[in-house]
């Protein structure tokens, strides 16, 4: 007996949205910050003895504070891509290479996540 196929999902057609929790800001020159409280009780006993800061934060670069704006939990990868490419032009190809490894470095830290195109 002859095995179903998986049907096979487009990673482009899937819709990012953010995380809620995840807090973030645009600085003056535009990069956007995002901002981690650290108060788990690890963080606590960590700060307490190495004297590490309350909040991470994260500065993206150009590229990433381009895509984490575009980010509204309407567009989809393709349209994210699509105005990546019209704003930078060939500085960010490989396009799709370069969008999809960025978009599951935020998926896999939980500041995203995907919905299926419904």
């Known amino acids: ?14 819709i990012p949205s953010k995380n809620e ?8 020159d535009g990069i956007v910050q995002i901002q981690i ?9 960590v700060r307490f003895f190495f004297k ?4 991470m934060k994260i500065d993206l670069d150009e590229f990433g ?4 704006v575009s980010i509204d939990g309407v567009k989809n990868i393709e ?11 060939d500085k960010v190809e490989p396009l799709y290479e370069r969008l999809g490894s960025y978009v599951n470095i935020l998926r896999n830290n939980e500041f995203i996540k995907l919905e299926k195109n419904k």
């Open 37 to 45: 409280d650290r108060n788990s009780w690890l963080d606590k006993v």
């Open 52 to 55: 590490t800061p309350t909040m």
């Open 1 to 14: 007996m002859a095995k179903k196929a998986k049907s096979q999902e487009n990673f482009l057609d899937f």
């Open 79 to 89: 349209d994210i891509a699509m105005g990546f490419r019209d704003e930078f032009g």
């Open 21 to 28: 929790k995840v807090r973030w800001i645009v600085l003056e």
């Open 65 to 68: 504070s381009y895509i984490w």
